[in-house]
């Protein structure tokens, strides 16, 4: 590094000390002789502009060491910051549906688009039109560290950062060449991981500058659900237990309704020769092993970091990135669900039987044309017969295949220095990211529609035009090659983000102090301007909706910018006292002006106190807000398929609470409320933007206490409560909560819940509108609890002695509620809960504990964690009310073979814990497969050779 003067010095470390400087830059200085000068050390910032450890920091921060993801062996980063008891496990390597490819960090359980994602104290490239950031664009071999900002942190860094931030400290400063290699595979042989990396590095120009690049490549193999005993069949709910369920669209054809056959049956499904069968619930198709339990992938990253000093007071810097990842994700074939569905009943491809119960519902005809009885005519004028709902799984078709590829770009350049003692930082960066999202073995309804309806010898489609080939869905395996090729159809899909910020801030001391403190008032000022742009481009069988297997999707096209003008200023108030060694005031404040929703503010406070070397206390209290994304505000509506209970059928309806007139009025038959078995677990909703969301705000109030009775022990504690007004999600918080809230509680055919349903011709929920909205509140409080004892032992190998060290992390959630929509109060306790209401587990304890010994060149290390059991949110009277409390123990070992060769071995999962399974209520593969091991114990081995 560059040597400064000792004026410039001193005057960093006490803004250093005070604010967080905006240079992110920290003073390390060593004593030396008047007038000598002292080494600088520039590092990452967080928490303010400055660097904060766990124990001086102004608000709650969290600290992961580099090392701590070398010794768990995990080359993707989301899957060490799930093991956090401060974060609610989002899409990882098990996200199959739901999921898009996309790894991610989710803070306090709020929802990852409110935590905001760093590198080196600046934003990141965003990943998907939420502005979210994919977790796989940062490597972890890359890793020098990771400060999570647990209590807000919207004044300091903007929106997106009211759960808190994520800041990833890269190696950009490095001499020599160092090549590293991971290897990971399961107990049972499967899902290969492998990475390797090289990182070069030197100095230049008489060490004025120094240039670092980076080459990683990462590979991932699947696993699927099939191949675990856990999961490879889906289970559902039975009256005594959970038994094997599945999708009511199946191989043979499902007939929802269908007429009686001539030995009394109702045709429910078709045998092999087109005979006509009863369907029940052993009929239901099992999806579950076509799904990918591990998805697939394969990573290219390059990275460069570049600085050159100019002289003593200017230093330029550049960053350069380059990321290149493809996930593949994988479902069962297209269950083609479709209503009124034209046949020709005279079609061979019916057996005589159906036939004949088809006829049975048509009367005869006169001369005329017309029906000679009472009965209306079944037939159009055509001649053909129409059932009402169909199922039909295409397995003939394969499986549902898609393809996510996101070619990453960032380019940032920027200088820092001294302007007098004033020090100061000025970046511009770009980043853009463009998606290709392939869907391949899809079926387009219309053609399905139009080879279905074939001439009575079967040999031809009534409709000819395009090529029809006659389709044959009545009995399974029946379907010929040639129909196949018509019916099947494939979907390219493209979107393109850009981001663009240019960064101005400068940070020094006021010229006065308070009377009581001999330390100086530190302040910053900067400005921040923000430019977001991108847009999604379906092609033309996605956007039209002549889709059965993948979700329907319109554009989503929109941009914003915002100018930003912020400042901190760090007051000493008390320094040596009797009880106050010192007391700090500091503020926080930022104001923006959105090109879309105008002007919104944040503000922050907090009050230090430091008793003495040994006690401190510290409380904060921040208003935040978060502006709505462009997909919340111009997503075009897309469909999906979310996990949820119709009131109206027999698994839902409550006598006394479901309003059995409403279930009538829409459509479902009187003698079948509360009788029917929904068709399937997962109800479609139509999701879609809305451009007159407002802002989220929020409150966030931090209480902490820190305590450090010796050099090797120091204990955290601290309180967190955060309140989200006007919070955006979905209509009701989702396609659940609509249908509960329309049909349960409301109960007014006129409200916007029950408008937003529709049903299908046998009563089943059809479809379900659920677009953005600004929903009432969402909050969260608990007790973060950590503390980090090191002890040196009397023993080791050969005449060393070692060193115990035992890290703590442990999270206590006392509250997590959340509304159900604009103008419904009804608030939902989820603390300890998971289902359909409250979604994914919230333990209310979870612990992680880190043993490491240490003796010479060997490190052996255990990594211990807990999480509670959780209750399904709809009361004791289910199947699998609770799931239980869960252990897990991960074991580690790493050598020292010279200065120049380390390598480690571990093992995940020591205990093959399972989780415990569960029916309606799950996510995906009987469970929350991000949050609990479903693979089981993996085994890894990774090297690093230096030189």
Not at 189 to 195: P, S
Not at 399 to 406: F, G, K, L, S, Y
Not at 494 to 514: C, R, S, Y
Request: glycine share 10%; charged share 20%; hydrophobic share 35%.
């Amino acid at each position: 590094m560059k040597q400064f003067k000792r004026s410039k010095v001193s005057m960093l470390i006490t803004s250093a000390c005070l604010i967080g400087g905006s240079l992110g830059l920290q003073a390390s200085a060593e004593e030396a002789n008047d007038g000598a000068v002292e080494e600088v050390e520039r590092i990452s910032i967080t928490g303010s502009r400055i660097q904060r450890v766990a124990l001086t920091a102004k608000t709650p921060v969290i600290e992961l060491d580099g090392t701590e993801f070398a010794m768990s062996g995990n080359l993707n980063v989301e899957q060490k910051l799930a093991e956090l008891p401060l974060t609610v496990p989002s899409f990882g390597p098990s996200s199959n549906n739901p999921g898009d490819g996309t790894a991610r960090v989710d803070l306090r359980g709020l929802g990852d688009e409110r935590t905001l994602v760093l590198v080196n104290g600046r934003r990141w490239v965003p990943a998907t039109q939420t502005g979210v950031v994919d977790l796989n664009t940062i490597p972890a071999s890359l890793i020098e560290g990771v400060d999570i900002i647990t209590g807000g942190a919207g004044a300091v860094y903007g929106s997106d950062a009211l759960a808190g931030v994520v800041n990833f400290r890269l190696k950009d400063d490095f001499e020599g060449a160092e090549i590293s290699a991971l290897y990971d595979i399961t107990e049972e042989g499967d899902g290969e991981k492998f990475n390797t990396d090289l990182t070069i590095g030197g100095n230049f120009a008489d060490d004025k500058g120094n240039a670092t690049v980076y080459i990683g490549y990462a590979k991932r193999e699947s696993i699927f659900q099939g191949d675990r005993d856990f999961t490879s069949v889906t289970l559902t709910e039975g009256e005594n237990g959970l038994v094997p369920g599945g999708s009511s669209g199946i191989p043979g054809t499902r007939i929802f309704a269908g007429p009686t056959l001539p030995n009394g049956d109702t045709l429910g499904r078709f045998g092999p020769n087109g005979e006509g069968l009863p369907y029940t619930s052993a009929d239901a198709f099992n999806y579950a092993p076509d799904n990918y339990l591990q998805l697939p992938q394969e990573r290219l990253t390059l990275n460069s970091f570049a600085h050159y000093y100019v002289n003593d007071d200017t230093r330029l810097y550049s960053e350069l990135s380059f990321i290149r990842n493809e996930v593949p994700s994988q479902l069962a074939p297209t269950p083609a669900f479709v209503n009124n569905l034209v046949v020709n009943p005279d079609s061979p491809f019916f057996g005589a039987d159906v036939q004949a119960a088809m006829k049975a519902l048509v009367p005869e005809l006169d001369d005329e044309g017309e029906p000679t009885g009472n009965m209306i005519s079944q037939l159009d004028a055509n001649g053909n017969f129409t059932f009402a709902t169909i199922g039909r799984r295409m397995v003939e078709n394969g499986p549902r295949q898609v393809i996510d590829t996101r070619n990453a770009m960032r380019l940032l350049v920027g200088v820092d220095g001294f302007i007098g003692d004033w020090a100061y930082n000025a970046y511009y960066s770009r980043s853009e990211l463009d998606r290709s999202n392939l869907l391949n073995n899809d079926v387009s309804e219309s053609r399905f529609r139009q080879a279905i309806l074939v001439t009575d010898d079967g040999t031809a489609c009534q409709d000819p035009s395009g090529g029809c080939a006659p389709i044959n869905i009545f009995g399974e395996g029946n379907i010929s090659q040639a129909a196949i090729d018509f019916v099947n159809v494939g979907a390219s899909n493209v979107t393109n983000i850009k981001q663009e910020i240019f960064h101005f801030d400068i940070a020094g001391e006021l010229p006065f102090t308070v009377p009581s403190a001999d330390m100086p008032v530190g302040f910053v000022i900067g400005y921040e301007s923000r430019f977001d742009d991108s847009s999604f481009r379906p092609d033309e069988f996605l956007a039209s909706g002549d889709v059965l297997g993948f979700n329907a999707g319109e554009p989503t096209v929109g941009n914003y910018s915002v100018d930003e003008i912020f400042t901190e200023i760090d007051i000493p108030l008390v320094t040596d006292a009797a009880f106050a060694d010192d007391i700090t005031l500091w503020f926080a404040g930022r104001v923006s002006d959105y090109s879309n929703i105008g002007n919104a503010s944040s503000f922050a406070t907090t009050i230090n106190w430091t008793v003495n070397e040994y006690v401190s206390f510290r409380a904060g209290y921040q208003e935040s807000v978060r502006a709505p994304n462009i997909s919340e505000l111009f997503q075009g509506a897309a469909n999906g398929f979310p996990s949820a209970t119709d009131p109206c059928s027999v698994d839902g309806f409550v006598e006394g609470q479901t309003d059995r007139a409403l279930c009538e009025a829409h459509g479902v038959a009187a003698s079948q409320v509360g009788v029917f078995e929904q068709a399937n677990a997962q109800i479609e909703g139509s999701f879609g933007g809305n451009p007159d969301l407002k802002e989220e705000t929020s409150e966030t109030v931090t209480l902490g206490l820190v305590i450090t009775p010796t050099e090797n022990f120091d204990v955290t504690i601290d309180y967190f409560d955060i309140t989200i007004d006007d919070a955006i999600d979905v209509l009701g918080g989702g396609v659940n909560n609509i249908l509960d809230v329309c049909y349960n509680q409301l109960k007014d055919p006129n409200s916007e819940f029950c408008k937003a349903i529709v049903r299908r011709p046998d009563g089943n929920v059809d479809l379900v509108t659920a677009l953005n909205a600004n929903i009432a509140e969402l909050g969260t409080k608990g007790y973060d609890i950590n503390f980090n004892w090191t002890t040196e032992l009397g023993f080791g190998i050969g005449n060393n002695g070692s060193v115990l060290n035992i890290n703590s992390k442990n999270t206590i959630l006392d509250e997590y509620f959340q509304t159900a929509s604009v103008g419904f109060t009804d608030t939902v306790y989820c603390e300890g809960k998971f289902g359909n209401t409250c979604l994914v587990p919230r333990p209310e304890f979870q612990s992680n504990n880190r043993f490491t010994w240490t003796s010479g060149d060997l490190s052996l290390s255990a990594l211990v964690r807990y999480m509670s059991e959780v209750d399904e949110d709809t009361g004791t009277n289910t199947i699998v009310p609770v799931s239980k409390a869960e252990w897990y123990v991960d074991l580690s070992a790493s050598y020292h073979f010279s200065d120049n060769v380390q390598a480690t071995f571990g093992i995940k999962n020591v205990l093959d814990t399972e989780p415990t399974p569960l029916g309606d209520a799950q996510q995906q593969a009987n469970t929350f497969p991000e949050l609990y091991d479903v693979i089981g114990p993996r085994y890894f081995m990774s090297a690093v050779y230096t030189f």
